[in-house]
């Protein structure tokens, strides 16, 4: 049983293999947060830690009677009141049919459902036959109205990992309105804190940041209508001390891919707060009596073995629990795309004879990238027609793919549903279809305009029009790409009333559309992209497993890039490709190799012109996806460990689950004359197996291995890599 609850007391405890999470219902009511760490005895009742004092100028509710010990504003709550005394960050803003707004949430009720639940019309973790869940409902109300707060808990114990969601009721006769409906409020009592975050731009996604939590507030989020290059929206918040293998750390991930928040503060008792959620700017939502609101569901999870340990808790999680379909586990093709290939500069004779010089390399699918449809032979026109241009194709898309199928490769095609080209037909029939405000002209973003996809005649055309060219060509693979932010918030489709409505219903539409075509479409493969990595997020990966990383393909910089994306997504999320050099935008010339080595530490393909590589680099091809296939099932459905990433180096590694195979991949960054020796740390052999090093061929046990690390024979160059396996020996 993963959910102890003690019906005297009303505590709540949660335990995960290692870690518990216990709340506890006071003598008035209110949701106290006791505890979430290491796992504690679950009869143990820890509200005893929270200490009450009078601290001034934090008052008291009425029921408190005299006592101005007891106070809001300082307990530690599961769902902080709002408006009535609690002044550090609150979770659900009301404004009541007579403009107040005052939120003060009381506990009704509990109720444990033996499985996950899924959020309606929203992504979430769900459970399978190996490990259902089970989920914790507490039940709140409003204390002066009829709204009620349902907060969902589900457990994954092997993971780790608890999922926390909320679900608004209206009641009574009068519409609410939700100002802010945040998923998650975290308190943490005492502790020093660092918070750790990814921040970034178009090309330079997720770089990890560190900061001490203190307390002036520290906010990261978006409200662009996506996730954003900018910020990503999961945060860490761990011990000071803390680094890969050491010390107390806890994950919020936010499954979701439009406008979020994630705010950290420390209070005046040097208590921090933690909240998640939909970004309270540019929303609000009309709740009618009886209508719901749920909102997205936030992935919490705890280690007190470092960071690298937390990161494998958010891999496991994500690659069993949240990418589903024929893909999850089935080993992804390597691929060519064609964009950066050609770019918009093609036509079918281009197409053919990149895919045949692929397939004669082993390359096993042929992306068709952006141009293919409509009038598309730059970025200024063509989005929304997705009819394919004949005359730019030779043919139908289905002739194209049939020839490319002959070929004995899979056929992969670029989409961007979600956008609208005022110089397209589409526009021409439909120009309030465009997210724009009226009497006003739109602001653009790579020239074009974004559908109003919270309009389910709009996501009908899409799913026709997609589906059609899916069907024609036997399609295997979907990049499915979306290149502006949203603003000019604006939908003829909703009422004045409701227009903060918007950025929500946009997300809700993209979802909806995305789960009918996997359905119409169960075994197709579908890459996620946003100029790159601008919506590499946890809501996107429930529908594709794997999302284009960056649009930045410099080996160099995707250490960096994947690097900091692995804190939370798995390698198997990452779509990574072997680029031409020097690349335009870091003019950097990097050795295939190193381009491979890193690229197959990612769901792997090859995105330049085969034609222009030179003889030597051609026969290194076959050979990178021998090793990009021998090592797959590390990479993808093993244990992932960052060992180092310094100015010198980076290296990082896997090790199989059963512990019968690692490997480690190292790029040296920066060479020097008369080179130091580098010295590898191993991670994740089992120390009474014996493995031989593919490099030395030495054989040591996993122990020697582990702590005694491996000396490379010779430091390597300027940008030269290596990947390294250890395989177990009875030797
Ligand atoms: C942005 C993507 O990130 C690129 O890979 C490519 O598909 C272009 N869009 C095409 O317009």
């Keep these: 049983m993963a959910i102890l609850i003690n019906e005297q007391t009303l505590t709540f405890t949660l335990q995960t293999r290692s870690t518990s999470y216990q709340m506890a219902v006071d003598e008035h009511g209110v949701l106290l947060h006791t505890y979430y760490g290491a796992s504690i005895d679950p009869e143990d009742d820890l509200r005893e830690l929270i200490v009450r004092s009078d601290m001034g100028f934090s008052g008291n509710p009425p029921e408190a009677g005299s006592d101005r010990t007891y106070s809001l504003d300082t307990l530690p709550q599961e769902l902080p009141s709002s408006g009535v005394g609690d002044y550090r960050e609150d979770m659900i803003r009301l404004r009541h049919a007579d403009g107040s707004m005052a939120a003060d949430f009381r506990f009704e009720s509990w109720e444990v459902l033996p499985a996950a639940q899924p959020i309606p019309g929203l992504p979430a973790l769900y459970g399978d036959e190996q490990e259902p869940g089970e989920t914790l409902i507490l039940t709140l109300k409003e204390k002066a109205s009829s709204v009620k707060v349902k907060l969902y808990y589900g457990i994954f114990e092997k993971e780790n990992v608890i999922t926390r969601s909320a679900v608004i009721l209206g009641g009574g006769t009068a519409p609410v309105q939700l100002e802010k409906a945040l998923s998650c409020c975290l308190d943490f009592q005492h502790e020093e804190l660092d918070m750790i975050y990814f921040s970034g731009r178009h090309a330079m996604e997720r770089t990890l940041r560190r900061v001490p939590v203190g307390f002036a507030r520290t906010e990261i989020g978006s409200i662009r209508g996506t996730s954003s290059h900018q910020l990503n929206p999961g945060v860490i918040l761990c011990t000071p001390g803390a680094d890969e293998e050491h010390g107390l750390c806890w994950g919020m991930l936010f499954v979701y891919s439009g406008c979020f928040t994630a705010a950290v503060q420390k209070g005046q008792r040097c208590g921090t707060r933690a909240v998640m959620g939909i970004h309270p700017d540019w929303f609000s939502f009309t709740l009618e009596p009886g209508e719901q609101f749920c909102t997205p569901q936030v992935i919490l999870s705890c280690s007190d073995q470092g960071l690298g340990a937390l990161s494998r808790q958010y891999h496991d999680v994500i690659r069993e629990h949240l990418c589903r379909g024929a893909w999850k586990h089935a ?401």
């Design 331 to 731: 080993q992804r093709p390597v691929l060519i795309n064609n964009w950066e290939a050609t770019y918009f500069d093609f036509d079918e004779e281009k197409i053919l004879s990149l895919g045949r010089q692929a397939a004669g390399l082993g390359i096993e699918m042929l992306v068709l990238d952006d141009g293919w449809f409509g009038k598309r032979d730059g970025d200024t026109s063509g989005l929304g027609d997705w009819v394919v241009n004949e005359k730019k194709m030779g043919g139908s898309i289905g002739q194209l793919a049939a020839k490319l199928h002959g070929m004995g490769l899979k056929f992969g095609i670029w989409f961007e549903p979600e956008m609208i080209s005022e110089d397209s037909d589409l526009f021409r029939a439909h120009p309030d279809w465009a997210i724009r405000i009226p009497g006003r002209e739109p602001n653009r973003g790579r020239c074009q305009l974004v559908l109003d996809m919270s309009r389910k005649e709009i996501r009908d055309y899409l799913l026709d029009r997609i589906s059609a060219v899916l069907e024609e060509s036997q399609a295997d693979y979907v990049k499915w790409d979306m290149n502006r932010s949203v603003c000019d918030l604006y939908s003829s489709a909703l009422p004045a009333e409701r227009s903060g409505e918007l950025f929500h219903r946009y997300m809700l539409g993209v979802y909806e559309l995305l789960e009918r075509l996997l359905q119409r479409f169960p075994d197709l493969l579908l890459e996620g992209c946003s100029g790159g990595g601008g919506r590499f997020d946890a809501g996107m990966l429930y529908y594709s497993p794997q999302i284009w990383c960056s649009d930045n393909a410099d080996a160099i910089n995707r250490l960096q890039i994947q690097y900091g994306t692995s804190f939370f997504y798995p390698v198997s999320a990452m779509g990574a490709h072997v680029a031409v050099v020097p690349g335009f935008r870091e003019r950097r010339s990097v050795p295939l190799k190193t381009r491979a080595d890193v690229a197959m530490s990612g769901s792997f393909g090859y995105e330049l012109d085969l034609s222009k590589l030179d003889k030597e680099d051609l026969e290194q091809i076959p050979g990178q996806i021998a090793l990009f296939k021998q090592c797959y099932a590390l990479t993808h459905e093993g244990d992932y460990y960052r060992l180092c990433m310094n100015d010198r180096m980076s290296a990082w590694g896997f090790a199989a689950k059963d512990r019968t195979s690692a490997m480690v991949t190292v790029v040296m960054t920066e060479a020097e004359a008369n080179p130091l020796p580098v010295y590898l740390p191993l991670r994740g052999l089992d120390p009474d197996k014996r493995y031989r090093c593919s490099l030395t061929g030495t054989i040591r046990s996993g122990r020697s291995w582990e702590r005694a690390g491996l000396a490379l024979p010779q430091t390597p160059g300027q940008y030269e890599s290596l990947v390294i396996t250890f395989e177990q020996t009875e030797d």
